[in-house]
T-cell receptor, first 114, second 113 residues
Framework: DADVTQTPRNRITKTGKRIMLECSQT?????MYWYRQDPGLGLRLIYY???????NKGEISDGYSVSRQAQAKFSLSLESAIPNQTALYFC?????????????FGDGTRLSIL | KNQVEQSPQSLIILEGKNCTLQ??????????LRWYKQDTGRGPVSLTI???SENTKSNGRYTATLDADTKQSSLHITASQLSDSASYIC????????????WGAGTKLIIKP
């Protein structure tokens, strides 16, 4: 089984719909992240959480919200989806070492908003 | 502005050949430089992490170099294999309270038989 699991893998929905993307991990890491990837651009950080009671906005948090339900679970919501939120979304985890440990990624959710 | 630029955008080489991918970063304060490999349809996977005091680090056929003075890094792939076809992403980490990561757009590498 994958260490970082994202569901669903693919989603097509309509403008204005509420969408939740889910992420679970078995690595025992405290830190979790949500990114989006668009063609020709680097990954951009949406939200991150350093423990269950900690939620922080990233570079592009507008239009998104998150919930850290447990150490192992971190979900991303689009309250009212719009077409320019069409992208590939990744969840990642890392441990608490002084910023010198890699992030571990799930295989992404491809989201299309019509 | 903190940014990471990679070149070339894409590269096609024959199986068995070597290649070198380039990364220039403008990040301050700098903590470390990372290379990730991203297969099509998969999440990025870490290849190397180098701090400013490390000039080179290897991971199998992958060798990364770092010149902190010129703010340049390279990733050299030796004896390429078909499985090396992927995007390679350079990432610079800030030495701030959260070790924020600045991601490059990646180099798409295609290995032809």
């Amino acid at each position: 089984d994958a260490d970082v699991t994202q569901t669903p893998r693919n989603r097509i929905t309509k403008t204005g719909k509420r969408i939740m993307l889910e992420c679970s991990q078995t690595k025992g890491h405290d830190r979790m992240y949500w990114y989006r990837q668009d063609p020709g651009l680097g990954l951009r950080l949406i939200y991150y959480s350093f423990d269950v009671k900690d939620i922080n906005k990233g570079e592009i948090s507008d239009g998104y919200s998150v919930s850290r339900q447990a150490q192992a679970k971190f979900s991303l919501s689009l309250e009212s989806a719009i077409p320019n939120q069409t992208a590939l979304y990744f969840c990642a985890t890392s441990d608490n070492s002084q910023g010198r440990q890699p992030q571990h990624f799930g295989d992404g959710t491809r989201l299309s908003i019509l | 502005k903190n940014q990471v630029e990679q070149s070339p955008q894409s590269l096609i080489i024959l199986e068995g050949k070597n290649c070198t991918l380039q990364c220039n970063y403008t990040v301050s304060p700098f903590s470390n430089l990372r290379w990730y490999k991203q297969d099509t349809g998969r999440g990025p996977v870490s290849l190397t992490i180098m701090t400013f005091s490390e000039n080179t680090k290897s991971n199998g056929r992958y060798t990364a170099t770092l010149d902190a003075d010129t703010k340049q890094s390279s990733l050299h792939i030796t004896a390429s294999q078909l499985s090396d076809s992927a995007s390679y992403i350079c990432v610079a980490a800030l030495r701030d309270s959260n070790y924020q990561l600045i991601w490059g757009a990646g180099t798409k590498l295609i290995i032809k038989p």
